[in-house]
T-cell receptor, first 112, second 114 residues
Framework: SQQGEEDPQALSIQEGENATMNCSYKTSINNLQWYRQNSGRGLVHLILIRSNEREKHSGRLRVTLDTSKKSSSLLITASRAADTASYFC????????????FGKGITLSVRP | DTGVSQDPRHKITKRGQNVTFRCDPI?????LYWYRQTLGQGPEFLTYFQNEAQLEKSRLLSDRFSAERPKGSFSTLEIQRTEQGDSAMYLC????????????FGEGSWLTVV
């Protein structure tokens, strides 16, 4: 079963605007990873943030993590039509468990 | 730099037939994962290997599913007696040992059972 919850489920914005996507979880995590998926394609890794980190940046992407609230957010600044895709957060629990557990994803549409 | 490679990318099969998917991980990655994804859903974990050892299997992996990684490099996922409910994208991923490392995914293998 999927244990992460992303919010909103769908987001439609104008090119140039910022897009903020949120992810919540219920367990203790080692890290949380964000992925992008274009329609019919595989998953592209965006950012990994560890439980002892609060914020990470990569180009136009900014990810924050609040372990006290068990939530993370992905911000895409100055969005482009090419950012249109589904975005997933995936958590990796602490302990020996090695797998990633995904949410249902957020569908982002960026209108040109 | 080659990423995770999956073959075939698309497979259409008749119900009751067997299918096999192959995954070649990023070289030197000792962990290999299989996930399944249906339309509108996130990927669901099936199984993972560390080297040639299969360390965890999901309850989603029925007796009709078997995965192998005989030499600790490539892996195969076989589905026997396919059912229409098996129609999905099967994703392979790999990583270096250590829970803090990035997991990289392939392009997936689409299965349609008719």
């Amino acid at each position: 079963s999927q244990q992460g919850e992303e919010d909103p489920q769908a987001l439609s914005i104008q090119e140039g605007e910022n897009a903020t996507m949120n992810c919540s979880y219920k367990t203790s995590i080692n890290n949380l990873q964000w992925y992008r998926q274009n329609s019919g394609r595989g998953l592209v890794h965006l950012i990994l943030i560890r439980s002892n980190e609060r914020e990470k940046h990569s180009g136009r992407l900014r990810v924050t993590l609040d372990t006290s609230k068990k939530s993370s957010s992905l911000l895409i600044t100055a969005s482009r039509a090419a950012d249109t895709a589904s975005y997933f957060c995936a958590k990796r629990d602490t302990g020996a468990n090695s797998k990633l557990t995904f949410g249902k994803g957020i569908t982002l549409s960026v209108r040109p | 730099d080659t990423g995770v490679s999956q073959d075939p990318r698309h497979k259409i099969t008749k119900r009751g037939q067997n299918v096999t998917f192959r995954c070649d991980p990023i070289s030197e990655h000792n962990r290999l994962y299989w996930y399944r994804q249906t339309l509108g859903q996130g990927p669901e974990f099936l199984t993972y290997f560390q080297n040639e050892a299969q360390l965890e299997k999901s309850r989603l992996l029925s007796d009709r599913f078997s995965a192998e990684r005989p030499k600790g490099s490539f892996s195969t996922l076989e589905i026997q007696r396919t059912e229409q409910g098996d129609s999905a994208m099967y994703l392979c991923a790999s990583s270096l040992e250590a829970s803090g490392n990035t997991i990289y995914f392939g392009e997936g293998s689409w299965l349609t059972v008719v």
